[in-house]
């Protein structure tokens, strides 16, 4: 059966870095539109970033410029490299794989499923 693991969070001070890591068991890893997605206490989940299968990629404007996305195919493993975190990055972040037609961006999170449990990022000022 396949899945999706996040790992990789923890605290950290603001200004500080993180990378999260994402496993996605699914066979067609290489072929899939992967994206980032946070969730903070009492708000609704947004959208952060996605990677393409050609390596296209696109941000939320919260975070460009802070927040890389990248993936490693081989591992079938996807990346967010966080820096310059900020207080409002606190939140429960997770992966997810595309399933649903549409442009691989964070913008359509409806298009996006096989989320994963996620992983707890706290940044305290």
């Known amino acids: 059966q396949e899945h999706v693991v996040e790992y990789g969070g923890g605290s950290v001070q603001a200004g500080g870095s993180l990378r999260l890591s994402c496993e996605d068991s699914g066979y067609a890893f290489s072929s899939y539109c992967l994206g980032w997605f946070r969730q903070a206490p009492g708000k609704e989940r947004e959208g952060l970033a996605a990677i393409d299968h050609d390596g296209t990629t696109k941000y939320a404007e919260s975070v460009e410029g802070r927040f890389t996305i990248s993936r490693e195919n081989v591992k079938h493993t996807l990346y967010l490299q966080m820096n310059s975190l900020k207080s409002e990055d606190t939140a429960t972040y997770y992966c997810?794989?595309?399933?649903?037609?549409?442009?691989?961006?964070?913008?359509?999170?409806?298009?996006?499923?096989?989320w994963g449990q996620g992983t707890q990022v706290t940044v305290s000022s």
């Open positions: 997810a794989r595309q399933r649903k037609p549409a442009t691989c961006s964070p913008d359509f999170q409806w298009s996006f499923g096989y």
